[in-house]
């Protein structure tokens, strides 16, 4: 275990007002791209490194110095004074891309390339004395490396949350080398393991960050309804000033001004009755509010919607009110012909277009792992419902504690990004994991940390159910040990796709549940290409196929009675390497409402006609 990971996890035991902070960890700095600072997006140069020569000489002993690609030195200078050294890579003078991007549109050899790269970037810092320097990474797949000018920084595990640097001590005047090495290779103990269903995207794939913050300042927010009448804030400082520094909270819409002292930790929690003003978020009526923290010599800032969000019985609860969830599940893959994970703004908008003016729904299934922050934000400001999940996914090594600890710390580096956005409703632990009592111990452990980060949304997870014959009916038992512990019990069905049961028997199916909780259908969904038809054989992957596949499927859901919404796989179709048959595949998964390039296939419209006569009921 790294010790930024001990680090992290030590947090879970430092719990102030039933809430853990990230006291003890590494400071987060919330709502990281709202800093002053510096972009190191654009220009980068990078190397492959397919035998880790940057990592151990070829003897297992310390890196050979022509290989050490993370040194800072002007290669082709230093050959010129030193003309006997021998280098065998040279950055400054290796091919040049632009980032954030996953590597796979690098160069055409890059495509199906796993493994280390090197990546490096020359830039010039503007330092404020007194003030303190981070270099931040949004999301780099699935292992990092960082170095500052030679020095290692760290390391990173997973590839789809945030981490930083503390570099105060490290950036110099005029030019600085950021050398980040990215493996994209997992083993049985990652999370997510191998073998998963989608393109793994290697890289950088998130934004870089130079954060400058004065000496002391504001690391974490977490502005909610804990209930129907209570607002709540919580603040941490960091720095060593911290202890007993003013901490003002205001949201000027509102009139909400309060203010207090951090305790010895640097903590401070208040709350406030709810204000008459205040227009609760929902996806019809998605109001934000601009929130104002200052303490000291800072301020951070955010846009903020408050709602609550609970269950009642199999209910689920917006704002105390009963919602259906007409959703759909997504990857973070943009539209077009060739993705490489680069998810602007506008690739963001077109999907959630797709989903809430096409589709008529309200709630997205960010899969299977932490989408980019700006997703999040853009369902915010655009109204949907969020669930938001980490790689716990198939085969994952349940008795392995540093696989556990892994888990743990992608969770918490998740719920700690973004908990303040009021469209994420559930926090789910995982997708289609076999049972077994390791596997039950640790999905619960993972529950019972999301409710010690974030009390205040539901926990979930996507669960697998077998359809068996019970006295002549086809019946789907909801039966999984690890119901116990979720709020919200959400089911992956594919009868009429994978199985035995034939589609013309799927609108039949009864389910069965022992708990008095809320079921979602997380997954549901059939392959098809876009523009095969064969409406006489009905083959699979034709749209009549998928089509049908839908209307059978949805008159079932309409018969059970404690289904509290859907997500269906999936809006687009999304690159898959397990998905090979050469005339319907070719690499991609075509369980889409649309194509790659987001083409509407026919289901598109059986969804969105049944979601429009869901939304009136
Ligand atoms: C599932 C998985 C999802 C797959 C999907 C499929 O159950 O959760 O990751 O992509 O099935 O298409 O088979």
Do not use: C
């Amino acid at each position: 275990m790294t010790s930024a990971r001990k680090r992290i996890l030590a947090a879970f035991s430092v719990v102030i007002g039933a809430v853990a902070q990230a006291a003890a960890a590494d400071p987060l700095i919330v709502n990281a791209d709202s800093r002053d600072g510096q972009s190191l997006d654009g220009e980068w140069t990078y190397s492959v490194d397919p035998y880790r020569d940057g990592l151990a000489g070829f003897h297992g002993g310390p890196v050979g110095q022509g290989y050490a690609r993370f040194d800072p030195r002007d290669v082709d200078a230093y050959t010129r004074e030193n003309p006997s050294a021998l280098f065998e890579y040279d950055m400054r003078k290796a091919d040049k891309v632009d980032l954030p991007s996953s590597w796979i549109n690098h160069a055409p050899e890059m495509r199906h390339y796993q493994g280390l790269v090197w990546y490096q970037k020359i830039f010039t810092p503007t330092i404020k004395k007194g003030e303190r320097s981070f270099v931040r990474l949004g999301a780099a797949n699935y292992r990092s490396y960082v170095y500052l000018n030679g020095t290692k920084l760290g390391e990173h595990e997973g590839g789809f949350t945030p981490f930083l640097f503390e570099v105060t001590d490290h950036l110099k005047p005029g030019e600085n080398v950021l050398s980040v090495g990215v493996d994209s290779v997992r083993d049985e103990t990652s999370v997510p393991p191998p073998v998963t269903d989608w393109e793994t995207y290697g890289g950088i794939t998130r934004s870089v960050k130079l954060i400058q913050l004065p000496e002391t300042f504001v690391d974490d927010v977490f502005a909610r309804l804990t209930d129907a009448d209570t607002m709540a804030f919580d603040v941490q400082l960091d720095g060593p000033k911290a202890a007993g520094q003013k901490i003002q909270v205001s949201i000027p819409a509102l009139n909400v001004s309060l203010s207090g002292k951090a305790d010895a930790e640097g903590h401070w929690s208040t709350t406030t009755n709810v204000p008459a003003a205040l227009e609760k978020w929902s996806p019809d009526n998605p109001s934000l509010y601009d929130i104002k923290v200052q303490s000291g010599k800072d301020s951070v800032e955010d846009r903020v919607g408050f709602r609550t969000i609970a269950v009642d019985g199999t209910d689920i609860l917006l704002n105390g009110e009963k919602i259906f969830l007409r959703g759909i599940s997504m990857h973070e893959e943009e539209m077009g012909p060739d993705p490489s994970r680069i998810m602007t703004e506008e690739a963001v908008r077109a999907l959630f277009t797709e989903i809430k003016d096409g589709l008529n729904g309200n709630f997205v299934r960010l899969a299977h792992y932490p989408h980019a922050e700006l997703t999040t934000r853009l369902a915010d400001e655009m109204g949907l419902l969020v669930w938001s999940e980490i790689p716990v996914y198939w085969r994952i090594d349940w008795t392995n504690e540093e696989t556990l600890d892994a888990a743990l710390a992608m969770q918490q580096e998740n719920i700690l990004r973004d908990r303040n956005r009021a469209s994420i409703v559930l926090w789910s632990i995982g997708n289609e994991t076999p049972l077994s009592d390791a596997r039950n111990r640790f999905m619960m452990t993972l529950a019972d940390a999301v409710r010690a980060l974030d009390p205040t949304r539901l926990v979930t997870a996507a669960l697998l159910t077998e359809t068996k014959s019970e006295d002549g009916v086809l019946t789907a038992h909801v039966d999984d040990p690890l119901s116990d512990s979720l709020d919200v019990l959400s089911v992956n069905t594919y009868n009429g796709w994978y199985g035995s049961v034939p589609l013309a028997d799927v609108s039949e199916v009864r389910w069965r549940s022992d708990h008095d909780k809320p079921m979602i259908f997380s997954e549901l969904g059939a392959g098809a290409q876009k523009g095969f038809a064969d409406p006489d054989l009905m083959r699979k992957f034709s749209e009549d196929y998928q089509a049908e596949y839908y209307r059978e499927t949805l008159e079932m859901a309409d018969h059970v009675p404690f289904l509290a919404g859907l997500s269906p796989w999936i809006l687009k179709d999304f690159r898959s390497p397990r998905r090979q048959h050469p005339v319907y595949q070719n690499g991609w998964n075509r369980k889409g409402l649309i194509s790659e390039t987001g083409e509407r296939k026919e289901a598109f419209d059986v969804l969105s006609d049944y979601y429009a006569g869901r939304a009136e009921r």
